[in-house]
Every structure is written in C-alpha cells, then in structure tokens.
C-alpha cells in the first residue's frame, strides 16, 4: 500500500506543493512549526533515510539546500533548520524549518494553525 507521501505525489491527496524533479518532491508541511515549514520527499518509497542510495542521498540534499536558500530568501529567518525526524510516516522525509532560535525546531511544541489563504499565499511566494 502506498504512503501518504506517496499519494501526494500521485495527486491523490492535494498539497500545497512548491518543487518537483524527476526523483524529489517539496511540499508545505500542514502541521508547520514555523510559516514555510516544508517536507523534501524522494517519489521512490523509503522509509528511512539511510536507505536511500547514496547518489539519491546526495541530490536529494541539493534539491533541499535550493528550497532551503529560496525559504530564507522568502520567510525572515536566520537559518533555515534540517531535521529528519518522524516514524509515523513510513516515507523518507526531510523537514525545512526557518529558525530565528534553536527552540523553533522543537517538534514538542504546539503546530501553527495557518488558514488555506495563508497557506496558498505562502505556496505562491515559495513555489519554483
């Protein structure tokens, strides 16, 4: 059975997606720790990162570090923060958090709640 993520990809369930290749695919996090908080994701199912072949690996994190350099551009920010963090999702993933201090990659805390005009608003400035 295919992942979430891979559903997203699919088009079966809707994201609000901001790039796309041929391996790797970006979209907004819905349950986002800070405004441009987004998820890197390879089309081919993996569940855990190290798994991904090495190659893969290594453009995966180009393709990150171009979304990541267009989030600081976008979103006022000091960095934009890397986790990979996550077991309920079987599907490699790597989250993109703008950060102003270290406690705003605190996956504890309570989500931002961003209404769909938000969220478009935000697709919109951040899409490639």
């Not at 990162?49 to 976008?74: C, P, S, T, Y």
């Not at 963090?85 to 703008?98: R, T």
Request: glycine share 4%.
């Amino acid at each position: 059975m295919a992942t979430i993520f891979s559903r997203i990809i699919n088009g079966e369930i809707p994201c609000y997606k901001i790039a796309e290749n041929d391996k790797f695919f970006a979209f907004l996090d819905i349950n986002p720790l800070m405004k441009g908080h987004t998820l890197v994701i390879p089309k081919k199912e993996v569940d855990y990162i190290f798994d991904v072949e090495d190659n893969d690996l290594g453009e995966m994190m180009i393709f990150a570090k171009q979304i990541a350099n267009k989030i600081k551009n976008v979103i006022p920010c000091i960095k934009v923060g890397v986790a990979v963090i996550g077991l309920e999702v079987p599907h490699a993933h790597i989250h993109l958090v703008p950060m102003e201090k270290e406690g705003d990659l605190d996956f504890k805390r309570p989500k931002l709640q961003l209404s769909q005009e938000e969220f478009e608003e935000l697709q919109k400035q951040l899409a490639f």
